[in-house]
């Protein structure tokens, strides 16, 4: 252990004997350094901005007329759905009322919104019920549409 104890002193020694040119009795020399340039980071290439090319004048007469004519559609659409309503399936209990009910099962019902009116549609193929479906109909004052495959019963 001695000989432990004599090694770290030695060591301490040789630590605490600094030599000559390490110490600062005299300032230490200058040394010439150049700063280190800032790299600007590189500009991103710029996008091409599209040119804005005027509209030319026909064009605009166009989307001028396409608006009106969009309008025109919606108002028409309006009018249509006044006119014509849209089906509810729901409110057709009194309409049913009038058919037997084994022809009633076979038929389904739809009152058009805004009128009196009813669309009846055949569920499949009836035969000779068609017959009895058509008399009970045209008592109504209804009729058959034969483009639609539908009756419609005008109650206004």
Do not use: W
């Not at 009194?94 to 058919?99: G, L, P």
């Amino acid at each position: 252990m001695q000989k432990a104890i004599e090694k770290t002193k030695q060591q301490q020694e040789k630590l605490t004997n600094i030599p000559a040119a390490l110490s600062y009795a005299a300032p230490p020399p200058k040394i010439e350094t150049q700063p280190i340039p800032a790299t600007a980071p590189k500009p991103k290439p710029a996008e091409p901005k599209p040119e804005q090319k005027p509209i030319p004048k026909e064009t605009q007469i166009l989307l001028h007329g396409l608006t009106e004519i969009e309008d025109i559609l919606y108002a028409m659409r309006l009018q249509i759905g006044q006119l014509y309503g849209v089906a509810d399936k729901n409110n057709t209990e009194d309409i049913a009322k009038c058919f037997p009910p084994e022809l009633a099962d076979k038929l389904s019902f739809e009152r058009i919104l805004y009128t009196e009116d009813y669309i009846i549609r055949l569920k499949g193929y009836l035969g000779p019920e068609f017959n009895k479906i058509r008399d009970i109909i045209t008592d109504m004052g209804g009729s058959y549409d034969r483009t639609n495959r539908y009756f419609i019963v005008k109650r206004s």
